[in-house]
């Protein structure tokens, strides 16, 4: 077992400007909808020079996040860290694209589910399809003018109104960012499921995760807040991570126990992976 998460991320905020079908965001009613300064660098500061991998966004749009500039900035003063974003294109109107490049972005993500707008329209995902074409080639361009290393990924969930469009979105996309993919939607717990799929978790091996009231959760598809393992306002990183109420969660999904956990009994997560050389945390 790992004695400090390899993965941090933080929801430094819980708004969003789209309202995909698929996602639990449109059903969130926790708070606040920022988190406080001093808890994300709190979080931060505890975790330097570590190598850790942040991923400052969780149940929200970045770039919808004012303060991402300066989130990233922070987390850019070590120079063993890295930064992995997820967008869906619909950019504030006040982002500030230049200082978020800039900040040392390395790997991000953006996730336009349609070539045509048409076929857009139809999956569900919510924002201007024109609009976020523009907004991505712009990040594109600036990363280009900036001559920074940003890997940039443009991808497509894998549904029924995509199929016909994927070869073509990989095309175009591979033409302008590193690259174009297309990837399988993931059901969230709580939204939908009514049971569990009976196998370890991978995803605590060695990640956390931290909602904006300070409250570090089991899973990044923890959009409720079920599973709980303790708060940064009152405990050190290292003391959730080693504290009983994880040891105890791990022990259980080590086993694929996920039923004795209120948020895993309802997780159907890697029932297409492969445990048969599975060996724990």
Request: negative net charge; charged residues 30%; contains cysteine.
């Amino acid at each position: 077992m790992i004695s400090f998460p390899k993965k941090i991320q933080i929801e430094t905020s819980i708004l969003c400007n789209s309202h995909c079908v698929f996602c639990p965001h449109n059903e969130l009613q926790r708070g606040p909808k920022q988190m406080e300064e001093w808890v994300w660098k709190k979080i931060i500061d505890e975790s330097r020079g570590r190598g850790i991998i942040y991923r400052p966004f969780l149940i929200n749009e970045p770039f919808v996040d004012l303060k991402l500039p300066d989130v990233l900035e922070y987390i850019k003063k070590d120079n063993t860290a890295k930064i992995e974003l997820n967008s869906n294109g619909h950019f504030s109107l006040k982002a500030d694209l230049k200082r978020i490049v800039s900040a040392g972005i390395d790997w991000i993500r953006f996730s336009i589910d349609g070539f045509t707008e048409e076929t857009f329209k139809k999956s569900g995902r919510g924002g201007k399809f024109d609009t976020i074409i523009k907004n991505v080639h712009a990040f594109i361009d600036e990363r280009n003018r900036q001559k920074s290393e940003c890997y940039i990924e443009v991808r497509m969930i894998d549904i029924n109104v995509t199929e016909e469009e994927k070869a073509e979105f990989i095309e175009y996309w591979n033409k302008y960012a590193d690259k174009g993919t297309v990837t399988q939607l993931y059901s969230w717990p709580w939204s939908g499921q009514t049971t569990h799929h009976p196998a370890p978790c991978p995803k605590v091996a060695d990640e956390m995760f931290f909602l904006t009231d300070g409250s570090a959760v089991l899973c990044c598809w923890d959009a409720f807040g079920k599973g709980v393992i303790g708060n940064v306002k009152d405990l050190s990183i290292e003391e959730i991570w080693s504290g009983e109420p994880m040891q105890q969660y791990k022990k259980w999904l080590a086993k694929g126990e996920r039923d004795k956990i209120e948020l895993c009994s309802r997780c159907d997560a890697y029932k297409t992976y492969d445990f048969s050389d599975w060996k724990g945390y």
